[in-house]
């Protein structure tokens, strides 16, 4: 089952609290950890699994970046077939491990490398429905029908490519990264 829920104004604070661990751990590397995703717009509906982007300069970064996550409690789940983008599975609902033993929400967590064509997609789509509320409501809507409709998340990730593919057009990417970002989200799921 799918399930898509109205906006959560928590969610922008579960975030911070993930990232403040995060940041601490990672304090000697030079990073930032962004809020991606459905969740890090405001109004817009989602399924409620925050995504968090960690941004590295480069290579050299993500391998500093690597050792100190996993011993937050993630498994390093490498690249998943999507270049510059690396995923980091939760170990347990205590990941990441704060020395308080909190009950963290349900997220994604991954590290791109800055500049790469999956970061783009994150921000430039999340930036594109902060910015139209009406847009936000639009995809929201969409969501919730095609969530309504199949159980499948690839079949529902699928049908939300066009809706994507027209929203990036908009931000500028050509037309032939559009299509490698939509094979992207295909492979998405994990």
């Known amino acids: 089952m799918i399930t898509v829920v109205d906006y959560d104004t928590s969610w922008p604070q579960q975030f911070q609290k993930i990232r403040s ?29 925050l995504d968090i982007d960690i941004v590295v300069e480069d290579e050299t970064q993500l391998n500093r970046v690597i050792p100190i996550v996993v011993s937050l409690g993630y498994q390093f789940a490498g690249d998943l077939g999507i270049k510059d983008r690396y995923a980091f599975k939760a170990i ?16 994604n967590l991954y590290c791109c490398i800055q ?22 409501a ?10 309504a409709a199949n159980d499948d998340i690839d079949v529902y990730v699928e049908s ?3 809706f994507i593919a027209g929203v990036l057009a908009t931000q500028g990417i050509a037309a032939e990264h559009i299509k ?11």
């Open 21 to 49: 661990v995060l940041d601490d751990a990672l304090q000697n590397i030079p990073i930032v950890i962004e809020h991606v995703g459905s969740t890090s717009v405001p109004g817009l509906a989602a399924k409620p699994v």
């Open 92 to 107: 347990s609902n205590h990941s990441p491990v704060d020395g308080a033993a909190t009950i963290w929400p349900k997220h």
């Open 115 to 136: 500049g790469s064509l999956s970061l783009s997609n994150h921000f430039l789509f999340r930036d594109a429905l902060r910015s139209s509320p009406a847009l936000a």
């Open 138 to 147: 639009e995809y929201g809507e969409l969501k919730k029908r095609l969530a």
């Open 160 to 162: 939300k490519s066009a």
């Open 180 to 190: 490698e970002v939509i094979a992207q989200n295909k492979k998405k799921q994990q």
